[in-house]
């Protein structure tokens, strides 16, 4: 029974964590949401300057050290472009492909802290129309993000602070 106790705290742990958004470059919420957890399970955890966590576990001696280490940012992309039509080419950050992007919501944080929310897409995403939808490449020249705002020109999108 005790190993489902444990189970079920890490499935909720880790939800949460994932509930945080943490783009690369923002990623101050969760790395502290994870240091405040260590410290409410009784362990001396501390951020260092570059925002990772370091937690002390104890232990009998030096010599048999553990050192964990994670990520707690999220793949993506950042904006490289307002296109004329307000939607939002982007660049790769960490990785991020864009065949694995088409149809996702996502956030677009900007540097002033404001967070709007959006589609990712093929720039020509009606099957209806675009013959060639089921053989396009997708890339991130392809694939753009489409707001959840009244934008229909650069313009617009700029005013949002992107």
Not at 62 to 83: F, N, R, S
Not at 84 to 101: E, R
Not at 122 to 129: G, R, T, Y
């Amino acid at each position: 029974m005790m190993e489902k106790q444990y189970a079920d705290y890490s499935w909720e742990m880790a939800s949460r964590l994932l509930a945080i958004d943490s783009p690369s470059g923002y990623t101050e919420k969760a790395a502290q949401w994870v240091c405040d957890r260590f410290r409410q399970l009784g362990f001396d955890a501390r951020l260092t300057r570059k925002g990772g966590v370091l937690v002390d576990f104890g232990g009998e001696n030096k010599e048999d050290g553990l050192l964990l280490e994670a990520h707690t940012d999220t793949l993506g992309a950042m904006v490289c472009q307002v296109k004329g039509s307000g939607a939002l080419k982007l660049t790769s950050l960490g990785g991020m492909n864009a065949n694995n992007a088409e149809a996702e919501n996502v956030r677009v944080y900007t540097r002033d802290g404001r967070v709007y929310e959006g589609t990712c897409q093929l720039h020509d995403p009606s099957i209806h129309v675009n013959g060639g939808y089921n053989d396009a490449k997708r890339s991130w020249d392809s694939v753009e993000i489409i707001l959840d705002e009244d934008v229909h020109s650069q313009e617009d999108v700029k005013a949002l602070g992107i």
